[in-house]
T-cell receptor
Framework: EAQVTQNPRYLITVTGKKLTVTCSQNMNHEYMSWYRQDPGLGLRQIYYSMNVEVTDKGDVPEGYKVSRKEKRNFPLILESPSPNQTSLYFC????????????FGNGTRLTVT | GDSVTQMEGPVTLSEEAFLTINCTYTATGYPSLFWYVQYPGEGLQLLLKATKADDKGSNKGFEATYRKETTSFHLEKGSVQVSDSAVYFCALSDRDTNAGKSTFGDGTTLTVKP
């Protein structure tokens, strides 16, 4: 089954403790992206990647890192999480080009205390 | 830059009522347009799309027509069901670049009551 898999689904952590949210897709998509969803703010893009070893900042990249060492994986790294990064995070992937829709994972709800 | 504006929610309807969720956009290029739906506890999934002017996307009884002259892509359904309760996002994607960056509206929460 074609899917985007994120882990974990829920994560509670403390300020400053490094964490990684994993994302994997099995559709051979070149484009992958991370979003955060906050009430009243909609979906905001954090980082995206157009191919292996190619990453770029989205609209709200501060406090986040990503890597793209393999085509299928695109982990999101929070080196020193802060409470304002408490949010619902989504990974997505798609074929290249503007006509292709995004395929989303089921989300990771992160709470930073 | 590109932007998408959706009608504010939440929207509450009775079962079998007619649904319209308005969506207008601004874009520097010639975008593709999408509606995504997010059911509780899940990620967004594609509901329908249209890639050029006057195209109509349709799926599961939902329809939306790409209106270039009014820069709109309103979502409609003739008779909603309780199972349609979800958050609906209008989005555009820039067709003219390989990045195909997506821009989303803020989402409209629909609740359908029996």
């Amino acid at each position: 089954e074609a899917q985007v898999t994120q882990n974990p689904r829920y994560l509670i952590t403390v300020t400053g403790k490094k964490l990684t949210v994993t994302c994997s897709q099995n559709m051979n998509h070149e484009y992958m992206s991370w979003y955060r969803q906050d009430p009243g703010l909609g979906l905001r893009q954090i980082y995206y990647s157009m191919n292996v070893e190619v990453t770029d900042k989205g609209d709200v990249p501060e406090g986040y890192k990503v890597s793209r060492k393999e085509k299928r994986n695109f982990p999101l790294i929070l080196e020193s999480p802060s409470p304002n990064q408490t949010s619902l995070y989504f990974c997505a992937s798609k074929d290249q080009g503007g006509n292709s829709p995004l395929h989303f994972g089921n989300g990771t709800r992160l709470t930073v205390t | 830059g590109d932007s998408v504006t959706q009608m504010e929610g939440p929207v509450t309807l009775s079962e079998e009522a007619f649904l319209t969720i308005n969506c207008t956009y601004t874009a520097t290029g010639y975008p593709s347009l999408f509606w995504y739906v997010q059911y509780p506890g899940e990620g967004l999934q594609l509901l329908l799309k249209a890639t050029k002017a006057d195209d109509k996307g349709s799926n599961k009884g939902f329809e939306a027509t790409y209106r270039k002259e009014t820069t709109s892509f309103h979502l409609e359904k003739g008779s909603v069901q309780v199972s349609d309760s979800a958050v609906y996002f209008c989005a555009l994607s820039d067709r003219d670049t390989n990045a195909g960056k997506s821009t989303f509206g803020d989402g409209t929460t629909l609740t359908v009551k029996p």
